[in-house]
């Protein structure tokens, strides 16, 4: 955490040095970062404000012309709307974002952004194979950008986690202590599980919903696992409760297809078996025609 109270206090300087000098893009843009910085990392900040805080400033920045500011406006943007699993506002805000950055001339944070579009097109409403064309264009456009270790998704997800929770960051690492949580799900470590479950619940921010959903289907399925079908059942029905208010059809899908398994759990098949046909009928309209095909392999009769 102190390398975040160092760079708050950096920020602080640069906006009153800003404000003194009398340059007021600079200013409004430091002022952008920290309300970012202080979300990410202390969920500070409601979700009315920060987009009333960019909005106020993208208008203004743009008179001024100063559209790395903009750029870094339509970024807080997309922040709080990809948190909220509006995917689809959060693609509108990453495109002004590029279109800003390249007015700019700041082809780095225009590359950095390309991202915000995949991650749209993989967790929105956008069908598959448009997704797919859309990805690839993004991995055309940042190409040279960098390049990644390859590491295995669950030796991915814990370098991560021990990254995060080391700069003491109380914001992404909600997400990853969840998907760690159905990782070692997966694996039959149950026990694990929990206590990752536990972790994304006591720091996820409340209008983190990718996060509280997900904390809460792992942790209903280990119930399950335990024998507490019914109190596994009611914990993924809030999760379901809570991801069918955003546009992430696959979520909704897995969401439903983890109450399925849960429902089976406590021996109703039957009841499972609509559930999964719910969830099948997601991935088709998303046009995810493997998730689509595993739910109905699963629905039917052994």
């Known amino acids: 955490m102190g390398e975040f109270i160092l760079a708050d206090a950096a920020l602080g300087e640069s906006q ?19 309300r970012e910085m202080h979300f990410l990392t202390e969920s500070e900040g409601s979700e009315e404000e920060l987009l ?8 203004k920045l743009g008179k001024w012309q100063y559209y790395e500011g903009v750029a870094r406006a339509w970024r807080l943007a997309w922040i709080v709307h990809a948190n909220a ?10 495109r002004h974002a590029i279109e800003a950055a390249r007015l700019a001339g700041d082809t780095v944070m225009e590359r950095r952004f390309l991202s915000s579009l995949a991650f749209a097109a993989l967790y929105g409403p956008t069908r598959v194979p448009d997704a797919i064309t859309r990805c690839e264009q993004v991995l055309m456009e940042a190409a040279g950008d960098r390049k990644a270790e390859a590491l295995t998704p669950d030796a991915e997800l814990s370098r991560d986690f021990e990254t995060l929770q080391k700069m003491g960051e109380r914001s992404y690492i909600s997400t990853t202590a969840a998907c ?5 799900y997966r694996q039959g470590l149950y026990g694990e599980a929990e206590a990752f479950c536990a972790i994304s619940q006591e720091v996820s921010a409340p209008d983190d919903v990718a996060s509280e959903a997900l ?6 399925k280990v119930l399950g696992q335990a024998g507490r079908a019914e109190e596994g059942e009611a914990l993924v029905r809030e999760a379901l409760t809570l991801i069918m208010r955003t546009d992430d059809l696959n979520q909704q899908g897995d969401t439903l297809m983890d109450l399925a398994e849960v429902l089976a759990l406590g021996d109703r098949q039957p009841e499972a078996a609509q559930v999964m046909g719910e969830a099948a ?6 046009g995810n025609v493997v998730a689509a095909a595993r739910a109905r392999t699963q629905l039917a009769p052994a």
């Open 52 to 59: 009333a805080a960019a909005t106020g400033a993208i208008t």
């Open 180 to 184: 760690l949580a159905e990782a070692k």
């Open 85 to 94: 699993s509006r995917n689809g506002d959060a693609e509108i805000a990453a």
């Open 215 to 220: 904390w809460r289907c792992v942790g209903g």
């Open 281 to 286: 009928s997601l991935f088709d309209k998303k």
């Open 16 to 34: 009153e040095g800003a404000a003194r000098l009398g340059l007021r893009g600079l200013e409004t843009a430091a002022d952008l970062v920290r």
